[in-house]
């Protein structure tokens, strides 16, 4: 009853990319970060060609500057580290030339590794309400675990609407998949920052420790914290540092050994990479897998989420959301769905509701369809039930 092969493991911290037609047009488009809208190579190489053009028709454009420098960092970001970092560092030294005092300016260098608060700080002064900055204030201070900090800017960051409603309902949808007092590892910006957001704007699942695991795993002090708000006592320098994968499946075991009643899940979007030494201890519930040494079946728990505990609705009926440039991320990201709901089937097949069954099933195959995914609408059309 686990599937797990289907589950897809999509979005999270910039894995979606679109193709891109290139002929049409030379007039530069705005360039967006990743986790909104991610492009080929080839898109954004002409793109900074283009926008270097406007930067040099004017060197006072600061948002010709910030397409030039986004388009330009997502043209090499693939490449030799030391490159990446030289080019990029040459575009902030030419912008502090000609718009020294710009909240492109300032946003960028800390966007770009130069993590001095300062800079945050006087880009929020220019301009306090444009999101790219806020998120920053709720990484630091979810990081430092500064608590009215993080309400402050979680609040401030939901007021701009920049999430999308699908990614709000989606990750409420996580964190309701787990048990009270849960540590909820997650892969990145799409399903970590709306969580954070949901915690601190309106109190849903405070109990739940959303972990991103990427940071943990570079940040052990981070997770020490954290550890250290749940009454967590274990040396987080202990774990390997090598992969993510090694360093997830010791923690995981230290903790089911050490803290039984605390419940660990994983957030289904965690790379299966990072989860693939434990992946025969993951059971699919909701959007999460339970972590367990010991067998049970998780049928029941995926019912009782499903019955009592997930938002459902917004996937047919989801208002408002037109003018959200993840909408297409977001059809891949609900494919989760589809296979929660074929479990779902399953079960009710296997205890001979089969109209039940067919209506799940249905619900399944609309989201393929919806994400155009024919590996699953093919997978689903070949049930013969």
Known sequence: MRLYKYVLVLLGLSVFCQQSPMAGTNKPE???????????????????????????????????????????????????????????????????????????YYYLQYYNGNHDLSLLEKAYRIDPKRPDVLYEFVLHYEKKGQKEKLKKFCRELYQTEDIAPGLLNYNYNMLASTRPNALLFTNGDNDSYPGWVLQETFGIRPDVAVLNLHLCFVDREYLKQKFKEKGINVNVTSYPVDKMSTFLAALADDLYKKYPEIPVYTAVTVYKQFVSAIEDKLYLVGLAFKYSPERFDNWQMISKNIHNNLRLDYLDFNWYNEKYLVNDILDDLNMNYTVLFLKMAEGLKENGKMAEAVVWKDKALRLAVKADNGEFIEHINELNW
């Open 30 to 104: 705005k360039v967006y970060r990743a986790i909104y809208q991610m492009k080929d190579a080839d898109w954004y190489e002409k793109q900074a060609a283009l926008w270097k053009k406007e930067v040099e028709n004017d060197r006072q454009n600061a948002e010709a500057w910030y397409n030039y420098f986004m388009a330009s960092r997502y043209s090499f970001w693939q490449g030799d580290a030391d490159t990446y970092k030289s080019k990029t560092e040459a575009i902030l030294k030419e912008m502090g030339a000609y718009i020294p005092d710009s909240y492109e």
